[in-house]
């Protein structure tokens, strides 16, 4: 039997700027080593070099390792030069390409993703990921089998979690702050407590021990399970703070010494607000779900700063940092950049606890909730997501995106309010004069739109913001259930 004919990949798995599938189902071992052909095969064409060193890390699932061993033999048959630093997160892996000084990296990973999922973050230019245009480009050059070939070598970097370790682990901080790090078993497990307890931290830890059948919940900071256990942690050991990180370390959720949970787009707001003392006429970037505050907070604005709303999505908001030479960057799915002189440009969800716990270092004897306190209050829908199909959901946006111009053409008031703003570099997100706004965009990855809503004035308004964009939904007949309501 002809080899090719082995190979099994669901082409559904190539998507926006990483690659997920279920293993074996989706995509066997020898469609592994496929991608891997197809993504050295980039390598080498970008580069333009015969043997470009590619560093290759996976995370802890109890067949990473396997699917490793496959990406590496297709990345070899291309002549791609493999260095393996072995168990490591998502930002040691991209950490590793500045360090090593090599051409790429590929992290093997399904990052927060159930058990049975397998995936692989890519990346050439050194702090980004593939953007949408090269997944485009390795999907055709996969499904087209347009390889080239080559002969690679395979070496064994030892010692690379220390140098990580040792790396992060430089930030002091000067009063003691009792943090609990919560893991759900996964690979942050190994890295966390240590570099916590070494920036001068008390750390009690939650699920630290690795275990692949993460048997309470999956390593997901967005997960009510895991910030449940979380916040009963802090609250029994009477902590300053929790932090809870995903299973490829690259996230990191948040809550406060009472146990609740503090929305990512709030907490990079604290941050920003922290930077900008010693960092006057920065510019910060935060994904089109985030919270309207960026654009109106005294403190930002007092020292000059600049905010950027840019499509959600990790890859986009890591590009746009690096574009604009931001000093930092925020996603409200817990996904936090940091540019020199504090980061290296990537997500590192250890990096953004320490610059949290900075943060309340530098405010003692002020506790978390006192600096939420002080920021307005605001009132933000969560994150719906109605069923669109995905031969529809694009269509459906760019009806609302005409059909919000005409309104803000026209003058129509929502909600008594005009239209101040409109953006459309993701979806629609449109500002009234009050601040209050809305968003309607396609999901990246599911078969669905993306709503949100955030009032300044009340709970009462938000509702009718969703509700006006609720009622234009329905009139194209093309969204049905959603996920959940306010």
């Known amino acids: 039997m002809n080899k090719s004919t082995l190979i099994h990949i669901n082409p559904l798995g190539f998507r926006e700027y990483d690659a997920r599938w279920l293993y074996p189902k989706d995509i066997n071992g020898e469609g592994i080593a496929s991608v891997g052909r197809g993504f050295g095969t980039q390598v080498k064409t970008k580069t333009r070099k015969e043997n470009p060193r590619v560093i290759v890390g996976h995370?802890?699932?109890?067949?990473?390792?396997?699917?490793?061993?496959?990406?590496?033999?297709?990345?070899?048959?291309?002549?791609?030069?493999?260095?393996?630093?072995?168990?490591?997160?998502?930002?040691?892996?991209?950490?590793?390409?500045?360090?090593?000084?090599?051409?790429?990296?590929?992290?093997?990973?399904?990052?927060?993703?159930?058990?049975?999922?397998?995936?692989?973050?890519?990346?050439?230019?050194?702090?980004?990921?593939?953007?949408?245009?090269?997944?485009?480009?390795?999907?055709?050059?996969?499904?087209?089998?347009?390889?080239?070939?080559?002969?690679?070598?395979?070496?064994?970097?030892?010692?690379?979690?220390?140098?990580?370790?040792?790396?992060?682990?430089?930030?002091?901080?000067?009063?003691?702050?009792?943090?609990?790090?919560?893991?759900?078993?996964?690979?942050?497990?190994?890295?966390?407590?240590?570099?916590i307890r070494n920036i001068g931290c008390d750390v009690i830890?939650?699920?630290?021990?690795?275990?692949?059948?993460?048997?309470?919940?999956?390593?997901?900071?967005?997960?009510?399970?895991?910030?449940?256990?979380?916040?009963?942690?802090?609250?029994?050991?009477?902590?300053?703070?929790?932090?809870?990180?995903?299973?490829?370390?690259?996230?990191?959720?948040?809550?406060?010494?009472?146990?609740?949970?503090?929305?990512?787009?709030?907490?990079?707001?604290?941050?920003?607000?922290?930077?900008?003392?010693?960092?006057?006429?920065?510019?910060?970037?935060?994904?089109?779900?985030?919270?309207?505050?960026?654009?109106?907070?005294?403190?930002?604005?007092?020292?000059?700063?600049?905010?950027?709303?840019?499509?959600?999505?990790?890859?986009?908001?890591?590009?746009?940092?690096?574009?604009?030479?931001?000093?930092?960057?925020?996603?409200?799915?817990?996904?936090?950049?940091?540019?020199r002189p504090i980061g290296l440009g990537y997500d590192d969800g250890i990096l953004s606890a320490i610059q949290v716990c900075k943060l309340l270092d530098k405010n003692q004897p002020k506790k978390i909730s006192d600096l939420m306190n002080e920021l307005p209050t605001t009132y933000q829908s969560p994150t719906m997501a109605p069923y669109c199909s995905d031969e529809e959901k694009y269509k459906v946006v760019g009806t609302m995106i005409k059909k919000f111009k005409e309104l803000f053409e026209r003058k129509t008031k929502i909600t008594d309010k005009f239209i101040s703003e409109i953006l459309t570099v993701n979806g629609i997100r449109f500002t009234l004069e009050d601040g209050s706004w809305g968003l309607i965009r396609a999901s990246s990855n599911k078969p669905s739109l993306v709503i949100v809503t955030e009032s300044v004035q009340s709970i009462v308004e938000m509702k009718a913001i969703f509700n006006f964009i609720d009622d234009l939904l329905k009139t194209t007949r093309k969204v049905g259930e959603y996920d959940q309501k306010i």
């Open 205 to 339: 830890e939650l699920d630290c021990n690795l275990d692949y059948n993460f048997p309470k919940y999956n390593p997901n900071p967005e997960d009510l399970k895991m910030l449940r256990a979380l916040s009963d942690c802090v609250k029994k050991n009477q902590a300053n703070i929790g932090f809870a990180f995903d299973g490829d370390g690259d996230r990191v959720g948040v809550v406060d010494e009472n146990g609740n949970e503090i929305f990512s787009d709030k907490i990079g707001l604290l941050i920003a607000r922290n930077l900008s003392i010693e960092h006057k006429n920065s510019k910060f970037i935060v994904d089109v779900k985030s919270t309207g505050l960026f654009k109106t907070d005294e403190v930002l604005i007092k020292n000059s700063c600049k905010t950027i709303y840019w499509k959600t999505g990790h890859s986009y908001i890591k590009r746009k940092v690096k574009e604009e030479k931001s000093l930092a960057g925020f996603e409200k799915s817990g996904h936090f950049f940091f540019n």
């Open 59 to 195: 995370d802890y699932r109890s067949y990473s390792e396997e699917v490793k061993k496959k990406l590496i033999e297709g990345l070899i048959s291309t002549g791609c030069n493999v260095e393996d630093i072995g168990l490591s997160l998502s930002p040691m892996t991209y950490f590793s390409q500045f360090e090593l000084n090599a051409d790429s990296v590929a992290m093997v990973t399904a990052s927060h993703n159930e058990n049975g999922w397998t995936g692989i973050k890519m990346g050439i230019d050194k702090g980004l990921t593939h953007s949408s245009e090269e997944m485009k480009d390795l999907k055709e050059i996969v499904l087209n089998n347009n390889f080239v070939e080559g002969k690679g070598s395979y070496k064994k970097i030892h010692g690379f979690k220390e140098i990580y370790i040792q790396h992060l682990s430089k930030e002091k901080i000067k009063n003691k702050i009792k943090v609990v790090v919560a893991c759900g078993n996964g690979t942050a497990g190994i890295f966390v407590p240590t570099i």
